[in-house]
């Protein structure tokens, strides 16, 4: 078995868990970006030069405890259907499996992914399901501090941890939430919604992140300042943002419910029905009709319990995975079929949508 | 027909055109599939990357002695060559740092077991705003670990 089909296999955080944090905000995401000392940066550095880092970097890496048992994926060594599942995963960024001397190590639980040779030397994420800052800050800070004292990263009294791009200088750290906002969306407030974030300095992305579409209402909200604030200030800032939007999130939810009533639970009964009876499912309908059964969750139109299946499939069906899956290249009418059965079977003994009781 | 508009960071052809307008000032930016793609032209920051990067001097003048990269290189990629760049493109930088970032000197973690005195002074005088912030907001759990901070940070500094 392939590491990747490995991944794939494995019960993981984001795909199986249950509990009633995740409702809005999916998953929480720090991003810990540092490089070693005296090396350039691998935009820059020469092909022996890269080997040197990515060496020792996953020397480093793999003598942590985090990543025991772990996978260790050089982006040269896949098939181009296997990276694309590392990146529909967000385990890695698709910059790094664009190029061939990155590399990732990634826990065995998946919660810790290190890209090596992206960007910087060093990409540290740390991914939680659900909304949990503290958490995720402390696992990064503990894999920051091991890995410090392992390897000699690049740092400077004044600037802090040196970077290849301006953009993330200082702490290197960029925090986020991945959040469910289909009520803004619905009620047509998301714009202004995303316009406060902006002007007060985070910024709002889709789904797979810099520049993507926000497929299924799902956006990623990070800071966007590294240097002149510490990492307290940082997570604060962005702590408070989230419960704000999460706030607003469920008075938009509340409000539709109660001003459409039948028609808000019909909306949500139609595409449990499409997606329990459709031959052939696009990627971002699917997205998209997952999207109102995972608020039906929310809002106990549908058992809570049933949420992480939804989780999941939004997840699973996507393109590279529905190949993987399929163990074969499809066609996009292939994928589509696939995408279709996958989804019908998963729904096959869901109840049926209820007025809301949340 | 008119010649194609060429991409403000390298030679290609411009297929992505950024426009911002503040206070009425139009700029334009020009990119090319890739290096859009590259910055991720639908970033605020890197779009103000591009912008600086855009109306900066065309004459190569900096050269790290370290990696060899000189302003010409950042200008085309937007990214530094190596952390001793940092040394020799720190001034230049400077203008563009502040318009990126809105502050030009780090406050946050060090690698374990070096922290300058410098850093830990000014760690201390942030940790205390943010303390005396922390308990006017009532938000007694970030003061208690900010309190925390401190005492660690006051010792550290005894000792060094």
Same mark, same amino acid.
């Given at each position: ?14 795909? =199986? ?9 999916? @998953? ?22 890269? &080997? ?6 996953? $020397? ?15 982006? /040269? ?6 990276? *694309?599942?590392?990146?529909?995963? =967000? ?15 990634? @826990?065995?639980?998946?919660? #810790? ?14 991914? &939680? ?16 501090? *091991? ?12 600037? /802090? ?93 509340? +409000?539709?419910?109660? $001003?459409?009533?039948? &028609? ?80 019908? $079977? ?10 809301? %009781?949340? | ?15 992505? =055109? ?23 032209? %639908? ?22 002695? +370290? ?8 200008? +085309? ?7 001793? #760049? ?8 400077? /203008? ?5 970032? =809105? ?16 850093? !830990? ?11 005396? &912030? ?11 670990? !900010? ?14």
């Amino acid at each position: 078995m392939s590491s990747v089909e490995d991944i794939l296999a494995a019960e993981n955080e984001l795909t =199986h868990l249950l509990g009633a944090q995740q409702a809005v905000v999916l @998953s929480t995401r720090i991003r810990l970006a540092r490089n070693l000392d005296g090396m350039p940066f691998p935009g820059w550095a020469k092909v022996p030069q890269r &080997k040197e880092i990515s060496d020792r970097c996953i $020397e480093a890496l793999d003598a942590l405890p985090k990543f025991r048992r772990g996978h260790v994926l050089r982006m /040269g060594e896949l098939a181009d259907r296997d990276r *694309a599942v590392l990146v529909e995963r =967000h385990l890695v960024s698709k910059e790094l499996a664009a190029g061939k001397s990155g590399a990732a190590v990634i @826990s065995r639980d998946q919660t #810790c992914s290190v890209m090596v040779n992206e960007e910087d030397h060093l990409r540290i994420q740390v991914v &939680k399901a659900g909304w949990h800052l503290r958490g995720t800050w402390h696992i990064a800070e503990q894999l920051d501090d *091991a890995l410090g004292g392992s390897l000699k990263l690049a740092f400077s009294d004044r600037l /802090g941890y040196l970077t290849a791009c301006p953009t993330n200088v200082g702490t290197g750290l960029r925090a986020s939430a991945m959040v469910h906002l289909p009520g803004l969306c619905l009620a047509g407030h998301m714009d202004k919604v995303s316009r406060a974030l902006n002007q007060d300095g985070l910024a709002v992305r889709g789904w797979l992140g810099e520049g993507t579409e926000a497929a299924g209402n799902v956006f990623q909200i990070s800071n966007q300042q590294t240097l002149g604030l510490s990492e307290e200030a940082i997570l604060k800032h962005l702590g408070g943002w989230i419960k704000n939007v999460v706030e607003q999130e469920w008075n938009a939810r509340r +409000k539709l419910a109660q $001003e459409e009533g039948e &028609k808000f639970v019909d909306r949500l009964a139609r595409s449990l029905g499409v997606l329990r009876s459709a031959r052939l499912l696009t990627s971002s309908e699917a997205m998209n009709m997952l999207s109102h059964l995972r608020l039906a969750c929310d809002m106990g139109c549908l058992p809570e319990e049933r949420r992480h299946l939804v989780d999941r499939l939004m997840i699973e069906g996507q393109p590279a995975h529905v190949q993987a899956r399929a163990g074969q290249e499809l066609d996009s009418d292939g994928r589509d079929r696939r995408r279709a059965t996958v989804v019908r $079977e998963a729904l096959k003994d869901f109840p049926e949508v209820a007025p809301p %009781t949340a | 027909m008119s010649q194609p508009i060429k991409c403000s960071l390298c030679e290609e052809a411009a297929t992505v =055109h950024l426009s911002q307008v503040v206070h009425g000032n139009v700029t334009k930016v020009h990119l090319c599939e890739a290096c859009a793609q590259k910055g991720g032209a %639908t970033d605020p920051a890197v779009f103000q990357l591009a912008d600086a990067l855009t109306t900066a001097s065309p004459a190569p003048t900096l050269t790290c002695p +370290k990696c060899g990269f000189t302003d010409i290189d950042f200008r +085309k990629r937007g990214r530094l060559g190596c952390p001793s #760049c940092w040394e020799t493109f720190g001034d230049a930088l400077g /203008g563009l740092l502040l318009k990126v970032q =809105h502050e030009a000197s780090h406050v946050g973690r060090t690698p374990v077991g070096t922290m300058p005195t410098g850093q !830990l002074r000014r760690r201390l005088d942030a940790a205390r705003l943010e303390m005396e &912030k922390a308990i006017s907001a009532e938000d007694y759990e970030a003061a208690a670990r !900010l309190r925390d901070e401190i005492a660690g940070l006051e010792q550290q500094l005894a000792t060094a």
